[in-house]
């Protein structure tokens, strides 16, 4: 499967969406937003709350009802069967079951997506998890049930894998830690999306995206960004964008 995805180009995007077009509540949260993501990257999603980041991770995995636009993931339209084992999501709450061992767990969302049973051991092994097989779920630290979550969505070897502040809460050792295993994911073809409220995250990113009202303000590297706002760290980028008067 890995060898699989390194003989894919490393230029075509793994995440297409183009003049996507989403209303909530009667209100347009998103509008006409063109985006592309080559495989293998880490992008981080940032953004005031409210600017449609969320909304966004939702058309890209299917759950949102879009009423304009397309959204692809690996070619295929966000939301079709086949996106559904490519595509992994970690979210904030942890979504593994706290009465099961870290093993149980990790095999039941292996046999959600037809994974081999052989993939339970190395992801577990991959996400530092070795030593807490058998442990029940329930009562892992914090860093640790992170990364029991981070092995459930590994698990079927997903194309993409979006997280949700995947690192708030957890010591700088681990997040360090955390880090180097993405990195590791995204060396073998995983393309990561990062969404985040917090610098120290998005400062390891390969790219920033920045979004506001439903709109893309600012798009590239950090240094990129830094210079194109005028500023010198990652925070008061972030403020220059989010306060700057719509034009
Ligand atoms: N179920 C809903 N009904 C109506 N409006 C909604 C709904 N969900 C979200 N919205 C609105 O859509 C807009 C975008 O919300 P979204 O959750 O995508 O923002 P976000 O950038 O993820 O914010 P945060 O960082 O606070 O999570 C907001 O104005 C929000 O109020």
Redesign the pocket.
């Known amino acids: 499967m890995i060898h699989q995805m390194e003989n894919k180009s490393a230029e075509a995007p793994v995440i297409v969406v183009d003049r996507l077009r989403?209303v909530?509540?009667?209100?347009e949260?998103?509008h006409d937003l063109s985006l592309e993501i080559p495989r293998g990257s880490i992008v981080g999603l940032l953004?005031?709350?409210?600017?449609?980041?969320?909304?966004?991770?939702?058309a890209i995995v299917g759950a949102q009802i879009t009423q304009g636009g397309t959204v692809t993931v690996a070619g295929h339209a966000a939301g079709s069967a086949p996106v559904r084992a490519l595509v992994g999501y970690v979210t904030q709450a942890p979504s593994i079951y706290p009465d099961l061992t870290v093993r149980e767990n990790v095999a039941y969302f292996a046999s959600l997506v037809d994974a081999p049973p052989e993939t339970v051991t190395h992801t577990i092994h991959a996400v530092g998890l070795a030593d807490q097989t058998d442990q029940l779920a329930g009562t892992l630290s914090g860093g640790q049930l992170t990364r029991a979550s981070l092995a459930a969505a590994l698990v079927g070897r997903p194309e993409v894998l979006i997280l949700d502040e995947p690192t708030v809460g957890l010591d700088p050792a681990i997040r360090n830690e955390l880090w180097a295993l993405l990195r590791r994911f995204a060396h073998a073809g995983t393309t990561i999306l990062v969404?985040s409220?917090v610098m120290d995250e998005a400062v390891r990113c390969d790219r920033l995206v920045f979004?506001r009202d439903?709109k893309i303000l600012a798009d590239g590297t950090l240094a990129h960004i830094l210079a194109s706002t005028g500023t010198d760290d990652a925070e008061a980028a972030f403020l220059a964008l989010a306060t700057r008067r719509a034009s």
């Open positions: 989403v909530r509540g009667g209100r949260v998103l953004g005031p709350s409210g600017a449609g980041k969320s909304t966004l991770i939702r969404s409220h979004i439903g």
